[in-house]
């Protein structure tokens, strides 16, 4: 019953901004580690962010830290990736993803392996 679905891909030209929104469904996202990923054609999938349950931590990838913030609205149940000064190697399909497994630990996860529900992913275009 767990569901998440990613939404507020775009094309979007560099140094510009969008805001993903992650929508979660079939449980109480304040006591579930979010995560959000990317995968560009040919590569791997690769952790962007991730927030604690209950807002206990967040994390970035060296790539992304000073420009995303993820962020929680618990009342809509939705995580967001707030994405700013946007660069052509941040085109990518963006993942998002869920985990009870360290509720209360205050731990944010960053591989993909560590993550028990995904969604169907977004697509992000930066070109100008």
């Known amino acids: 019953q767990v569901q998440l679905v990613e939404s507020g891909g775009g094309l979007v030209q560099p140094g510009g901004s969008l805001r993903l929104s992650c929508a979660a469904s079939g449980f109480t996202l304040d006591y579930y580690t979010i995560g959000w990923f990317r995968q560009a054609p040919g590569k791997e999938r690769e952790g962007v962010s991730c927030?604690?349950?209950?807002?206990?931590?967040?994390d970035y990838a060296d790539s992304v830290k000073g420009r995303f913030t993820i962020s929680r609205d618990n009342a809509k149940n939705t995580v967001y990736l707030q994405m700013n000064s946007l660069k052509p190697e941040d085109t990518a399909v963006y993942y998002c993803a869920t985990t009870w497994a360290y509720s209360g630990s205050y731990y944010c996860p960053s591989g993909k392996d560590e993550y028990d529900y995904w969604g169907q992913g977004t697509q992000v275009t930066v070109s100008s």
């Open positions: 927030i604690s349950d209950s807002d206990g931590v967040t």
